[in-house]
């Protein structure tokens, strides 16, 4: 007998015998300490090479994007086409291809426990924000700028991109209940998960964060004399702008009155040669006189000249108008009315049968609508007046769902939904993607080609975010930025990359081990769930900031210290956390 063997306890010898062997302890033994490195993940010093690798894959593909913005070629404007971009067509395609392909029925179901995690993250990072922006005594807008950056994060390009290169790396995160689960399979799950939970963040990010949280300055009561100053201040900005171009525009609309061209519809903007704007049909300050609205009739401008609009008569410039004006009545009068194009008569022969296949198919379709319009009028008005009215509020309620449905529907929703379509139909599924098929090798083999175009894009177009958000704007800094900047980058970094995911680290085990839902057993789905309790700020929060003025030059500190300086320690933490509450639910 050893001396392990003596101090064993009673049950363990009873139940290995005499010729008890250290190296037989299972996982589940309390010498499991003792044990070398499990199999299931990498040691230490290989995740933390594998999680840099990963971390620096986004890094590098981003920073191209990065350097050219600063450069100064890459600017909102186009950032922000290539983002719509990425969002109706190239991201829809990746949704699409790696949905389709690996989904069944059987999975969906278990999804209903991601709006659950959703909503306790939610609650974690409010009350963990307000708790921190108490500590720091910020009053009510800092406060709830501070809830904003904690409560929503990153869930859509970093996330993704994170999870496809984990899923290519790490060899620990198929799923034993998928037989021969492999990593292409892995990354469709993870961007399936993802997906969800940023269509509920979308949802609330631009509902309670737009217009609460990250609300103009005008919303609060403590500001309303600043805002009423500045609000002063640019209108006397905007006087002093228009007061020198009163005699240009006079001088102008003289020119083209000498022009006789009264006919021609006037563009709703002229430049002049010295690169000054103004609009013929708007007001004329020409000796101090004010517009008159667009409404205003030709008797008015006849009792007041010199505030007329329509047809220029110099304005009191030493000219009168009536004489034009009796000129240009009688050359109006002398034109023939001009159709529509519809009234143009379709020329003879093979040219004019599209013309005329157009007018019989408007014609067809208006007289077939006429009829359904008829006759469902007639049809509601032989109803009892209680059935009347049942319909109409049935109508109504219907209009309601479908205008938000319609509203809350973006591309890739509409691909998730498709995606799910045909992952239900074993038939469909097939018909797309077994190997062979026509469909497969001409429009799967087309939309897996656009593909694999959006997550680089993501992180291009994430580079130049980060360049642009973080440009010094040193005289557009409010003295309140300055005062309180660094303790609300502070407050910011630490309400989303770091509270929240301590408080809800246990909660996520406690998940894990214990609640019946087959998709917690996921790997990929804890460590899902892992990076969003710890990702950074969402980058759409500082779209939100510049349209409603709030903090910009804060919301670019804290776009580069989370994605820049804090990203590699934050997710080599959180994946290794993800990665020990997997084997300890097991």
Known sequence: MGLLDIRAPTSLRLAWGDSWDPTSVTASSPFVIFKKPQEAHPSIDNLVLLVFGAVLEVVCVSLPGYIIARLGHFDADKQKFLANLNVMLFTPCLIFTKLASQLNADKLLDLGIIPIIFVIQTFVSYLVSRIVARCFGFNKRASNFVTAMGVFGNSNSLPISLVISLAQTLKGLHWDRIPGDNDDEVAARGILYLLV???????????????????????????????????????????????????????????????????????????????????????????????????????????????????????????????????????????????????FEAPPGIK???????????????????????????????????????????????????QFLWDFMNPPLWAMLIAVFIASVPDLQALFFREGSFIKTSVTSAISSSAGVAVPLILVVLGANLARNTQARDDEVEPEEREIGTRLLVASLVSRMLLPTLVMAPILALFAKFVPVSILDDPIFVIVCFLLTGAPSALQLAQICQINNVYETIMGRILFQSYVVWILPSTLILVMCALEVVEWAK
């Open 197 to 343: 939970f940023q269509q509920l963040g979308q949802l609330v990010r631009w509902s309670w964060g737009y217009h609460v949280l990250l609300a103009p300055k005008s919303k609060y009561p403590e500001y309303t004399n600043e805002t009423v100053e500045e609000g002063r201040y640019h209108d006397e900005d905007a006087e002093d702008d228009n007061e020198p171009h009163g005699l240009i525009e006079g001088v102008d609309i003289l020119h083209e009155s000498e022009d006789h061209d009264y006919d021609r519809p006037s563009s709703p903007t002229h430049t002049d040669d010295s690169g000054t704007h103004y609009e013929p049909a708007g007001r004329t300050p020409v000796g101090g006189s004010s517009g008159a609205s667009p409404n205003d009739s030709e008797d008015d401008e006849h009792d007041e000249p010199r505030k007329g609009k329509g047809k220029p008569d110099t304005n009191g410039l030493g000219l009168t108008g009536h004489l034009q004006g009796h000129e240009d009545l009688d050359r109006r009068l002398s034109f023939p009315h001009i159709h529509s194009t519809d009234e």
């Open 352 to 402: 004019g049968v599209p013309l005329r296949v157009r007018r019989f198919v408007r014609k067809a379709e208006l007289k077939y609508w006429s009829y359904l319009q008829t006759t469902g009028r007639r049809a509601y008005d032989s109803l009892p007046r209680p059935v009347q009215v049942g319909l109409t509020k049935l109508h109504h309620a219907w209009k309601r769902v479908y």
